[in-house]
């Protein structure tokens, strides 16, 4: 079985420019979420999908950030105009759905190391 | 968990000696505990997890202990190896719209050093 894949792993973008991250999920996983870890902290939420709907989307920043999960399969996060604030590495994560009372451990992708410059 | 800042906290172990790295969640409704483990340049791997319902649970090497009276977790790693070097997270799940989904909130992490 495949695991999460994210694509690029690396981005060095100016102030000012725009990127798009990818997540794979694994297949046949309804939950996807999006996590960023800034230099030193710990792994922030920014929002949940389930399938292609916007479950919790608490932890985005601000409006420069955008997620979309058409289809329910692969995600990206755009954010335009990237801050200096904006750099850290990003981990997309994936799920099987809820079964009652039972919780399922979320598989990490490796994530991308964004550098705002 | 709160941010410690631009520092991770640090555990310094011997290789051989056991490790037990601690974390502390705040939600009391919590009902489902991760550790992780992450290594440069990946992301976080699953370790053990454990249910409200225990306080003890045991895996290869690897323990984990629930306090729910005091939210505490912590992870006990025996005969700790130079592999078992890495930034270790504590998370804590709370379930959601009748178990319709999880949201998971992550602790500030420990690194974990061994000494060979």
């Known amino acids: 079985e495949a695991g999460v894949t994210q694509f690029p792993s690396h981005s060095v973008i100016e102030k000012g420019q725009t990127v798009t991250l990818r997540c794979d999920p694994i297949?046949?996983?309804?939950?996807l979420y999006w996590y960023r870890r800034v230099m030193g902290k710990e792994i922030k939420f920014l929002l949940h999908?389930?399938?292609?709907?916007?479950?919790?989307e608490s932890g985005m920043p601000n409006n420069r950030f955008l997620a979309e999960r058409t289809g329910g399969t692969y995600s990206t996060l755009k954010v335009q105009p990237a801050e200096l604030e904006d750099s850290g590495v990003y981990f997309c994560?994936?799920?099987?759905?809820?079964?009652?009372?039972?919780?399922?451990?979320?598989?990490f992708g490796n994530g991308t190391r964004l550098t705002v410059t | 968990g709160e941010s410690v800042g631009l520092h991770l906290p640090t555990l310094s172990v011997q290789e051989g000696d056991n490790s037990i790295i601690n974390c502390a969640y705040s939600?009391?409704?919590?009902?489902?505990f991760i550790w992780y483990k992450q290594e440069s340049g990946k992301g976080p791997q699953f370790i053990i997890d454990?249910?409200?319902?225990?306080d003890k649970r045991q895996g290869q090497r690897v323990t984990v202990l629930l306090n729910k009276t005091v939210k505490h977790l912590s992870l006990q790693i025996a005969a700790t190896q130079p592999g078992d070097s890495a930034v270790y997270f504590c998370?804590?799940?709370?379930?959601?719209?009748?178990?319709?989904?999880?949201?998971?909130?992550f602790g500030t992490g420990t690194k974990l050093q061994v000494i060979p």
């Open positions: 994560a994936s799920s099987q759905s809820g079964q009652g009372r039972y919780n399922s451990p979320l598989h």
């Open positions: 297949s046949g996983h309804d939950n």
């Open positions: 999908f389930v399938k292609e709907s916007k479950q919790d």
């Open positions: 939600n009391s409704a919590s009902d489902y």
């Open positions: 454990i249910r409200s319902n225990m």
């Open positions: 998370a804590d799940t709370l379930l959601m719209n009748s178990g319709g989904y999880q949201k998971v909130t």
